[in-house]
């Protein structure tokens, strides 16, 4: 199983449009958008190439393919605009062929603890996996007080706090990171 894995757009188009096409290359079985799709939020500076309008046409014929979990800048009105669902707090991908799971999640109801990430996870089995936005910075460990839990975050697409817009690659069992 591969999965591309985008978290915190935040309505920057040209961004976004760099995802989907680094899609093309990566041929992943699906996208996981980890929240904070299409707002700013209040706490952001607007992108420069703010424009959700776009986004939505970018990511709508992709709807079938997307797994996505709602931000905290995410709304109600964004899943009337959106094709595909994204008001769940959590998702839970099973990579059958490993025998792990991906629990999927923004960052703000549930996560780590990493950064501004909230420390609240339920039970998981050993081997799984916590795949999280939300803090805009990039983390790939074992988590700290949960033995064989690792923890993923792919930074951010549109406002990176490293300066470097990224997603993430799960394949094969392993996670990295991609710059647009």
């Given at each position: 199983m591969k999965l591309v894995i985008a978290s915190d757009i935040h309505g920057a188009a040209s961004w976004c449009r760099r995802l989907v096409e680094a899609l093309d290359a990566e041929q992943p079985d699906h996208l996981v958008l980890l929240g904070d799709i299409l707002y700013h939020g209040p706490r952001n500076d607007l992108p420069a190439d703010y424009a959700p309008k776009e986004v939505i046409a970018l990511l709508n014929p992709l709807a079938s393919s997307i797994v996505a979990v709602r931000g905290n800048c995410d709304a109600e009105v964004d899943q009337m605009v959106l094709d595909f669902p994204c008001m769940a707090d959590f998702h839970v991908v099973e990579d059958e062929a490993r025998g792990r799971s991906l629990f999927c999640t923004h960052g703000h109801v549930y996560g780590p603890g990493f950064h501004n990430s909230v420390d609240r996870l339920p039970v998981l089995p050993e081997g799984a996996a916590v795949v999280y936005g939300h803090t805009h910075i990039k983390v790939s460990e074992?988590?700290?007080?949960?033995?064989?839990?690792?923890c993923f975050n792919p930074g951010s697409v549109g406002i990176p706090k490293d300066g470097s817009h990224s997603f993430g690659v799960y394949d094969d069992g392993e996670f990295s990171w991609r710059k647009l």
């Open positions: 074992e988590h700290p007080a949960r033995e064989g839990v690792w």
